[in-house]
């Protein structure tokens, strides 16, 4: 019998030992922000958010689906919200379902064409990413963001494109709430 895991569907948090933990510390991420400056002056063990992954079948298989979760801690860097990484997915058509457990946050989405959009993150909200898409998620609120995932076994994750290129668009706290900006500071959502 194939193993399986436990959710708990207050926190989305997974308990059992297929469960496999890893985590971001700001030192890895501090060339994603904008305000240099601030970035370097901030900890480089500061954990900004840890992943937990259920894959019961091999990375790459076919028709497979993964299964996990992110808790993406409060804070900023300048007036840029703490954030993922974000990725394409090395296939590029692979979709990828996210669902909000617990803050507030930004689903911060950028197509193939360079448009950039958001959607707000509130516990019980269901988002779509469609392939061809760049996705990243902002913590916009004073508390812990936790988020599950589901994605297919064989997306594989592109991380350099969104490294060497970032999103056209940044999610920035501007009067006590978030605004999408593009880089001359242009609000545009
Ligand atoms: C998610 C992400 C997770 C961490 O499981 O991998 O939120 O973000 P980064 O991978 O961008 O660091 C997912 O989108 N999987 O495909
Ligand atoms: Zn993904």
């Not at 909200?125 to 936790?146: D, E, F, K």
């Amino acid at each position: 019998m194939a193993s399986y895991v436990s959710m708990n569907w207050q926190s989305g948090l997974l308990s059992g030992n297929a469960v496999q933990h890893s985590s971001k510390a700001l030192g890895a991420l501090r060339t994603l922000f904008h305000d240099q400056e601030a970035a370097q002056k901030m900890p480089a063990d500061l954990i900004v958010y840890t992943v937990q992954a259920y894959t019961p079948v091999p990375d790459g298989t076919e028709g497979g689906l993964f299964w996990g979760n992110t808790t993406l801690q409060p804070g900023k860097v300048g007036d840029e919200y703490f954030m993922t990484k974000g990725h394409f997915h090395d296939i590029r058509n692979r979709g990828e379902y996210y669902a909000t457990f617990h803050g507030e946050g930004g689903l911060v989405l950028m197509g193939q064409n360079g448009v950039t959009r958001w959607e707000p993150m509130a516990p019980g909200s269901v988002h779509y990413i469609p392939g061809y898409t760049a996705h990243r998620v902002c913590n916009t609120g004073s508390i812990p963001l936790v988020f599950a995932a589901c994605w297919p076994a064989d997306a594989g994750h592109d991380y350099e494109t969104v490294e060497r290129e970032g999103f056209t668009a940044r999610l920035v706290e501007r009067n006590g709430g978030p605004v999408l900006v593009t880089s001359n500071g242009e609000e545009i959502g």
